[in-house]
């Protein structure tokens, strides 16, 4: 863990963590920070290994942390495979990850996004409560979305306490999975956390995600989709300070709390496409013209949520927590690193997404 949390402070100390959905963006992420962070932890990374999740995210932490870490490709909704995990592994801590996540994939197929973030979180639930029994010394977190409160007006910010309203199937299926984490404590004592998160961006998102969308199409010298007027405002979370915040959470948090985990970082989406547009051309000149050439306003995304935007009080009050990265800074980092590895970006794009559009059925 980081020199700033002291043990003294610390509720829960984590030695043998389960991570699930560890292969996707936020995932292989997190199993990097806690690696790294704290050579006396363990992780053991369970992936179904959809079209989202990648083993090339975690090129070398076998090598790396050979004895400390283990991949098993596996559904969350295998309970057999779950129960032995948490027994052979004698897992303390399960950092839920696992999920279907892009709004446009649940207006298309909604039935996927039920099964995994709804189902899956209960056989999560159900065995960690059944092989942990009444032990005081784990923790369940639970990493889930803003989307959950629905949209914002241009005032005003999401917290803990806001009721949930959520516009898609997506966001629908995470306050469903919230819920459930909330019953177990509440019924069955389970020590659980939950964190609700603004827009991450960072290394290894795939593709289908708006900045490394836009990054991939600019580079093509294809038209760069922007929904609607371009007004919608989400809050952008650097990936590496979510990380330190969920490992924040689980160490320092009383059971059964719940926190609201943004960058302060508000941004209209034609902002933010503008705004990477001229930080490519610093960092990659087109030879014709102005990457902004190609920003296209298209049909908006149904039932598109105006406005996020996160209130976490609660988790600098509590807990000592706030973002390190500023968006600009965060964003011209992010870019570069998908210059660096374009072959990551071409790979992913030749063999699962190409770019098309989503969602509109």
């Known amino acids: 863990m980081a020199d700033r949390v002291p043990m003294a402070e610390q509720v829960h100390t984590p030695r043998r963590v389960l991570v699930t959905g560890g292969a996707g963006f936020i995932g292989c992420n997190l199993v990097r920070h806690l690696l790294e962070s704290d050579a006396a932890v363990r992780v053991i990374n369970l992936d179904a290994l959809t079209y989202a999740g990648s083993l090339t995210n975690l090129e070398g932490l076998e090598q790396r942390f050979a004895d400390r870490y283990r991949f098993v490709r596996a559904n969350i909704n295998d309970k057999d495979t779950i129960n032995g995990l948490l027994i052979e592994e ?36 159900d065995s960690a ?5 009444d032990r005081a010394d784990v923790r369940f977190h639970h990493v889930s979305t803003d989307e959950v409160f629905g949209s914002l007006g241009e005032d005003g910010l999401f917290t803990e306490d806001t009721p949930y309203d959520p516009s898609s199937p997506y966001s629908a299926s995470k306050a469903a999975s919230d819920h459930l984490v909330r019953a177990w404590n509440r019924t069955y004592r389970l020590p659980v956390t939950i964190s609700n998160c603004s827009n991450n961006y960072g290394p290894y998102q795939f593709p289908e995600k708006l900045i490394p969308l836009m990054i991939a199409k600019a580079l093509e010298g294809k038209p760069l989709p922007v929904y609607g007027d371009g007004k919608n ?8 300070d979510h990380c330190d915040a969920i490992e924040t959470i689980v160490r320092r948090s009383a059971t059964g709390r719940t926190y609201n985990i943004g960058g302060h970082n508000e941004v209209q989406n034609i902002q933010l496409v503008e705004t990477l547009c001229d930080t490519l051309m610093s960092l990659r000149p087109r030879t014709a013209g102005h990457y902004r050439d190609l920003i296209t306003f298209v049909a908006d995304r149904p039932g598109h949520d105006r406005r996020y935007a996160i209130d976490a009080t609660r988790a600098a009050r509590e807990l000592d927590w706030k973002p390190k990265h500023t968006f600009e800074d965060g964003l011209r980092q992010t870019i570069e690193w ?24």
């Open 129 to 133: 409560l059944r092989v942990w029994k």
């Open 233 to 240: 405002v989400r809050d952008w979370l650097h990936v590496a």
């Open 338 to 361: 998908y210059l660096d590895n374009d072959d990551w970006m071409k790979k992913i794009r030749e063999e699962r997404y190409q770019g098309e559009r989503l969602g509109l059925s």
């Open 90 to 125: 004698e897992v303390d801590t399960l950092i839920h990850l696992a999920a279907e996540s892009h709004v446009d994939r649940s207006i298309t197929n909604p039935a996927e996004f039920l099964e995994t973030n709804v189902m899956g979180t209960f056989v999560l639930l």
